[in-house]
């Protein structure tokens, strides 16, 4: 099981640290990464890490502001998002697979995460 929180509503270009506690003693080997879904829109890739695929983000957009990191002693996922923009107001969603990123992709899992949290809500107002 995965639990999100840290989100919440912050003014434009502020910032947030949003955490993603896993349930289980195999966090270490788990592909990692946080989705998010805007109002009115589908779900969309933001980041992700893995054993084999370091961090990996959906655009240098997100790069330059966001950073994905893991502590496996906690078993926690983090997304620290900084310089937050209205457009980033959505429901983010952290999910896990035993997977890894790349094989997911390469046989057309991708992004069929096996475990997904129920959501923490960002909302950024300008």
């Known amino acids: 099981q995965l639990q999100a929180s840290g989100g919440g509503l912050v003014q434009a270009g502020g910032s947030l640290r949003l955490s993603c506690v896993a349930s289980?003693?195999?966090?270490?080997?788990?592909?990692v990464a946080w989705f998010r879904q805007p109002p009115g829109k589908e779900r969309e890739f933001v980041a992700s890490?893995?054993?084999?695929?370091?961090?990996?983000y959906s655009s240098d957009s997100v790069k330059e502001r966001f950073t994905i990191s893991r502590d496996n002693d906690k078993n926690t996922l983090y997304l620290q998002t900084n310089s937050l923009k209205p457009e980033d107001t959505a429901v983010y969603y952290c999910?896990?697979?035993?997977?890894?990123?790349?094989?997911?992709?390469?046989?057309?899992?991708?992004?069929?995460?096996?475990?997904w949290g129920q959501g923490t809500q960002v909302t950024v107002s300008s």
């Open positions: 999910a896990a697979d035993t997977r890894d990123i790349w094989t997911m992709k390469k046989v057309g899992q991708w992004p069929n995460f096996g475990s």
């Open positions: 289980g003693r195999t966090f270490s080997r788990l592909s």
């Open positions: 890490i893995s054993r084999i695929t370091g961090p990996t």
